[in-house]
């Protein structure tokens, strides 16, 4: 017995080695845009591994976006885009993972295979097609064209994830609401949308993420004037000569914060949504 608990010790002592160093190399890169986002030019090409001291310590990158750049622009854009983009796929994603999970029509098979074509194909395959149709609606240079892209780009995603979770919904409820009549509208946002907020949180965090950090799609189809993402708006510190190493650091590390924090709050009902996926 003692020989089981010391083995199982290790192997726990083990698995946790492997997640710290996991972490640690995942949060590295971060942790060093933050800390050089703070010294001045000659401490961050001097010693860019080293903390800010009182000698290297230097907020200028950060007055230069603040001033030069129109950070609370590109900010207020990101924002829109990543809200409005998050809402529509987390509602469209859950009324159609319902609709082909709850109801069975011909077809039905086809549109669901159809949907995880969409996870193994990479949506930037199809850039040119993409905008040929935004400049055909007459959308280029808006953040409209990236809203409907970031929108088919999270809904096949997020209706295998969706799905799944309300196929673990026992039939037995929703029989016995509709028995009480319950319409069909009210069993969704009243008994299924409350049982799957993990799997919310889940499709949330995977799909906020990605449309925050992108700068393929703005970079093709909002590089106008006042309409570029804060990940487009810190490319204006970068010259094809001299690059504002200061600034740019700056303007990732007032990035990331948002991000960052929304991630943290999402990660008890992440970890919980993965978790309940992968146990039935």
């Given at each position: 017995?003692?020989?089981?608990n ?9 698995v946790?080695?492997a ?6 190399i ?6 060093l ?27 200028v990158g950060y007055a230069?976006?603040l ?18 983009s998050l809402l529509l ?23 669901a295979?159809y ?9 930037r395959?199809?850039?040119?097609s ?12 808006s953040?409209?064209a ?16 969706l799905?799944?979770f ?13 028995c009480?009549?319950v319409?069909e ?6 008994v ?6 993990p799997?919310v949180?889940?499709?949330a965090v995977?799909t ?5 950090n ?15 993402t ?8 970068i010259?094809?000569y001299?690059t504002?190493?200061?600034a740019?650091?700056a ?5 990331i914060?948002p991000i960052?924090?929304l ?5 008890r ?12």
């Amino acid at each position: 017995m003692a020989m089981v608990n010391r083995r199982l010790n290790l192997n726990r002592i083990a698995v946790h080695a492997a997640l710290i160093f996991y972490t640690l190399i995942a949060t590295f890169p971060i942790g060093l845009v933050l800390i050089n986002s703070m010294k001045s030019r000659s401490a961050i090409f001097g010693d860019p591994l080293a903390l800010p001291t009182p000698s290297s310590f230097d907020l200028v990158g950060y007055a230069q976006v603040l001033e030069k750049a129109d950070f609370v622009l590109y900010f207020g854009n990101s924002l829109i885009v990543t809200v409005v983009s998050l809402l529509l796929v987390l509602l469209t994603g859950a009324m159609a993972a319902w609709a082909l999970g709850e109801y069975r029509f011909k077809g039905n098979t086809i549109v669901a295979l159809y949907m995880a074509v969409g996870i193994m194909v990479p949506i930037r395959l199809g850039t040119v097609s993409i905008l040929k149709m935004i400049v055909g609606m007459g959308l280029i240079n808006s953040l409209t064209a990236l809203i409907l892209v970031y929108t088919a780009m999270g809904l096949p995603l997020a209706i295998l994830i969706l799905g799944e979770f309300m196929a673990q919904i026992p039939r037995d409820l929703r029989e016995a609401a509709r028995c009480d009549g319950v319409s069909e509208y009210r069993i969704f946002t009243d008994v299924i949308l409350p049982l799957i907020r993990p799997a919310v949180a889940t499709v949330a965090v995977f799909t906020m993420v990605p449309i925050w950090n992108d700068l393929w799609f703005p970079l093709i189809l909002a590089s106008g004037d006042g309409k570029q993402t804060i990940t487009l708006g810190a490319q204006q510190f970068i010259g094809q000569y001299v690059t504002n190493w200061n600034a740019v650091l700056a303007a990732l590390s007032l990035a990331i914060a948002p991000i960052l924090v929304l991630y943290i709050a999402f990660s008890r009902h992440l970890v919980r949504g993965l978790t309940m996926g992968a146990v039935k």
